[in-house]
């Protein structure tokens, strides 16, 4: 009977050290899913789309800030769209409030790294009606969303552009 029982407690030992092995394989997303698109109208230009799939649709929490989610998207065409959102407990809509770079905001660089470089931003406080995120889905490395954004240029010119059909999906 002793017997059986020390077998019992050896076997629960060895199963409780196995199951607290450093050696599990650590949690790696599908990002090839992952997508970001909008329609972008820029002044009085044509409108054009803004779509790109795949990982380099990065969509993240903040890791200092679990809460606060990060989309970073660059299409082919040297185009950069990021949204930052703050507070994120779950679905619903939350406003782009950022003034000066603080609080949820939307931004849009035309012509990454060229001469003619633009940025875009929500945080211009004279913007009265910046627009917002809509979280439709939030689960553990899961989210997805939809947006629209109005923004000015960083050169203080005026120019305006305007962020419709915004849309993301994105495993992290």
Request: glycine share 8%; proline share 4%; hydrophobic share 35%.
């Amino acid at each position: 009977m002793k017997h059986k029982f020390f077998i019992t407690i050896l076997t629960v030992v060895t199963l409780i050290i196995t199951s607290c092995s450093k050696d599990k394989t650590p949690y790696i997303p599908d990002t090839s899913s992952n997508n970001v698109s909008a329609t972008i109208s820029i002044g009085n230009n044509a409108p054009f789309q803004f779509s790109i799939t795949g990982a380099a649709a990065q969509i993240y929490p903040v890791f200092a800030y679990p809460t606060t989610y990060q989309i970073d998207a660059k299409d082919a065409n040297n185009n950069r769209l990021g949204i930052v959102i703050e507070n994120v407990t779950q679905t619903g809509t939350y406003p782009f409030t950022s003034n000066n770079g603080i609080g949820n905001g939307l931004s849009f660089q035309k012509d990454e790294g060229s001469i003619s470089q633009v940025i875009y931003w929500t945080s211009d406080p004279a913007i009265t009606n910046k627009g917002s995120v809509t979280i439709t889905v939030l689960k553990d490395h899961h989210i997805e969303g939809l947006f629209t954004a109005s923004c000015k240029n960083d050169h203080n010119t005026g120019e305006a552009a305007q962020v419709s059909n915004g849309s993301f999906k994105g495993n992290f």
